[in-house]
């Protein structure tokens, strides 16, 4: 299993990028992907989910409703994180990692460690 982020980087307040998350080894549309971060200091958070399915029903936390849009291509085993608007407060370095396609936990973007996770794309944002 892998899943490798990419599309991090330096930008400027109001900017905006998109982060993918390419994910190999198992069955895509057996899971849902959540995108997580966690800045210097901080716990990890969760940013936003998207069951990959038919229903492909996403999740987003508060701080980023509005300015972030997830969205899967399932045809590449893909998903992707629009994030426009970007913060200073959005500086962190992001992951992806795999969660249980039903059940609470993408809802509600709850973590595991005994997910599989990415090794994180780094996004500086500056003011």
């Known amino acids: 299993v892998q899943l490798v982020e990419s599309g991090g980087g330096l930008v400027q307040a109001g900017g905006s990028l998109r982060l993918s998350c390419a994910a190999s080894g198992f069955t895509f549309d057996d899971y849902a992907i959540g995108w997580f971060r966690q800045a210097p200091g901080k716990e990890r958070e969760g940013v936003s989910c998207?069951?990959?399915?038919?229903?492909?029903?996403?999740y987003y936390a508060e701080s980023v409703k509005g300015r972030f849009t997830i969205s899967s291509d399932n045809a590449k085993n893909t998903v992707y994180l629009q994030m426009n608007n970007l913060k200073p407060e959005d500086t962190a370095v992001y992951y992806c990692?795999?969660?249980?396609?039903?059940?609470?936990?993408?809802?509600?973007?709850?973590?595991?460690?005994?997910?599989?996770w990415g090794k994180g794309t780094l996004v500086t944002v500056s003011s």
């Open positions: 990692a795999t969660l249980p396609q039903y059940g609470s936990r993408c809802p509600t973007m709850t973590s595991d460690d005994r997910d599989y």
């Open positions: 998207i069951s990959i399915s038919d229903d492909g029903s996403t």
